[in-house]
């Protein structure tokens, strides 16, 4: 029943923001779930890396030191859905973006500290793809 869906990739200049979306079924954002959401991106030829992650109780986050001050993670807890507000991209940003979530309790606390593996991470979404140009 758990399913992640994003969206809101797209095109944009460099410099430019985005809103990326993961909507989350099958299990609720809040207590007492065990979760945590991470946000992982692909570029050809390179491995997934995670860029994002919010923990599952406390609202702790973890960003890559790349983005620090540049992406926002958010819980909207009315719509179940995970946002990443992305500003001023640069050229190393374009990548297929994925929400992902890890529901064992053992591994959920450690991306939000200590960054997400991808291997802890059960349910993925699609992926949405974001292209920084000019």
Not at 8 to 37: E, H, K, W
Not at 58 to 76: C, E, H, P, Q
Not at 111 to 132: H, K, L, M, N, S
């Amino acid at each position: 029943q758990v399913q992640l869906v994003e969206s809101g990739g797209g095109l944009v200049q460099p410099g430019g923001s985005l809103r990326l979306s993961c909507v989350v079924s099958g299990f609720t954002l809040d207590y007492p779930d065990y979760y945590a959401i991470g946000w992982f991106r692909q570029a050809p030829g390179k491995e997934r890396e995670g860029v994002s992650c919010i923990g599952p109780t406390d609202g702790t986050t973890w960003y890559k030191d790349s983005v620090k001050g540049r992406f926002a993670l958010s819980i909207d807890n009315a719509k179940n859905t995970v946002t990443l507000q992305m500003h001023h991209l640069k050229p190393e940003d374009p990548a297929v973006y994925y929400c992902a979530a890890d529901r064992d309790s053992s591994t959920a606390v450690f991306g939000p500290r200590w960054g997400p593996r991808a291997y802890d991470y059960e349910d993925w979404g699609p992926g949405t793809q974001v292209t920084v140009s000019s």
